[in-house]
């Protein structure tokens, strides 16, 4: 994702996450505070999920930028472990806490520089597809079909109607 947060007009763009990863959040895990999971349990649990509903697999360096989006620090005792987290089954009487659609921030981390370029750029490109299709949202909203611009411009704060 990005190496720093970037920023457009000194505000912090939101960064989405695959639908894959967010289907299999909000089925199979919880933000609880004070509770802790290891990394493989994690990467188990999508395994098992992504084989039982047809969906694509996941490297254990993307499971780790993921759940740094979402709000899971990452703690090395006795191997990796993440803080707040935990399988849904364990913890019925908390529901889903990821808003809808989630929007984040991404952590800054390090990385190799070769992986380092490829990943900004495409946690950028990420950014502006998700700010572009929410500007399409709000200028369907407030559309005038005879005049698509005005709607783009009331969409983007450019003047006040």
């Known amino acids: 994702m990005l190496k720093s947060s970037f920023q457009l007009?000194?505000?912090?763009l939101p960064i989405t996450l695959p639908?894959?990863?967010?289907?299999f959040y909000r089925v199979s895990?919880?933000?609880v505070t004070g509770s802790r999971m290891k990394s493989t349990e994690v990467m188990s649990a999508y395994t098992d999920w992504a084989k039982a509903n047809g969906r694509g697999s996941?490297?254990?360096a993307s499971m780790r930028k993921l759940l740094?989006?979402?709000g899971h620090s990452r703690v090395q005792s006795n191997g990796v472990r993440y803080n707040d987290i935990g399988l849904a089954v364990a913890f019925p009487d908390?529901?889903?806490t990821l808003p809808k659609p989630f929007r984040g921030i991404a952590?800054?981390?390090s990385q190799a520089a070769s992986d380092a370029g490829r990943d900004l750029m495409l946690g950028k490109v990420d950014v502006a597809l998700a700010a572009l299709l929410d500007l399409r949202r709000a200028i369907e909203i407030a559309s005038d079909r005879a005049e698509p611009h005005v709607a783009a411009r009331r969409a983007l704060g450019l003047f006040d109607q």
């Open 68 to 70: 740094e989006i979402v």
């Open 94 to 96: 908390i529901s889903d």
């Open 19 to 23: 639908q894959d990863f967010e289907d």
């Open 9 to 12: 007009e000194g505000r912090h």
């Open 29 to 31: 895990l919880r933000m």
């Open 58 to 60: 996941i490297t254990f």
């Open 107 to 109: 952590p800054a981390h």
